[in-house]
């Protein structure tokens, strides 16, 4: 059974400042998505990372993927209010085609 | 207009009762699929369909029921509605990997 953690779960940061946030999952997977969540609203698409060793990268976000290590980064670079939302992380369950979530890091970024 | 549309948005029924959430899609996409959040424990899957004929079981299928009646529509059922199934439930689609979310149905059994 695939799971799938996030750490941190909680994330305050300052205005400015950097910080990673992880997602580790238990059962080989090559593919990894991941999604913002604005406070009452839907999951937006972030990142889809395909394969082993790949990077994306949108403003102050950085994903990047390991799947020998199965760990994901979503890294903030230089962190502003409007990045203030609950992170979700998905991994594929290989041959099954559905996703297992992350409990989600829900960051705030204050002045 | 949205590309996966949730009716309704926002419901309160009583316990015992039986609802359906509905979902419609205009992405063509084959594959839909039901997940309820929770806060603190992410998206849980409980209903997945790859096409009309083909329907799943997720991660949390007690207490649910799906019907599958088009390619664009995937409806989800609670039999008997039960207070510990008030959640956030969302439907999402896709062709293959990445997923789609509609708005959402903020559902509260009393």
């Known amino acids: 059974e695939l799971k799938v953690e996030q750490n941190p779960l909680f994330l305050s940061m300052q205005e400015g400042k950097n910080y990673t946030i992880y997602c580790n999952y238990s059962?080989?997977?090559?593919?990894l998505y991941w999604y913002r969540q604005d406070p009452g609203k839907s999951l937006e698409s972030l990142f889809v990372?395909?394969?082993?060793?790949a990077v994306k990268q949108e403003g102050r976000l950085m994903a990047s993927l390991d799947t020998k290590a199965r760990l994901s980064t979503l890294h903030i670079t230089a962190a502003v209010h409007d990045l203030s939302a609950t992170y979700f992380c998905?991994?594929?369950?290989?041959?099954?085609?559905?996703?297992?979530f992350g409990k989600g890091t829900m960051l705030l970024v204050s002045p | 207009d949205a590309d996966v549309t949730q009716t309704p948005r926002n419901r309160i029924t009583k316990t015992g009762k039986r609802i359906m959430l509905e979902c419609s899609q205009t992405?063509?996409?084959?594959?839909m699929y039901w997940y309820r959040q929770d806060p603190g424990l992410g998206l849980r899957l409980i209903y997945y369909?790859?096409?009309?004929?083909?329907?799943n079981k997720g991660e949390i299928s007690d207490g649910y029921s799906v019907s599958r009646q088009a390619q664009a529509k995937f409806s989800l059922s609670l039999e008997s509605a039960i207070p510990n199934q008030t959640a956030l439930y969302f439907c999402?689609?896709?062709?293959?990997?990445?997923?789609?979310f509609g708005p959402g149905t903020r559902l509260t059994v009393t």
């Open positions: 059962t080989t997977s090559d593919r």
């Open positions: 990372l395909l394969s082993n060793g």
């Open positions: 999402a689609t896709s062709d293959y990997g990445e997923q789609y």
């Open positions: 992405k063509g996409h084959d594959r």
């Open positions: 998905a991994v594929e369950n290989s041959g099954y085609s559905t996703l297992t």
């Open positions: 369909s790859f096409d009309v004929k083909d329907i």
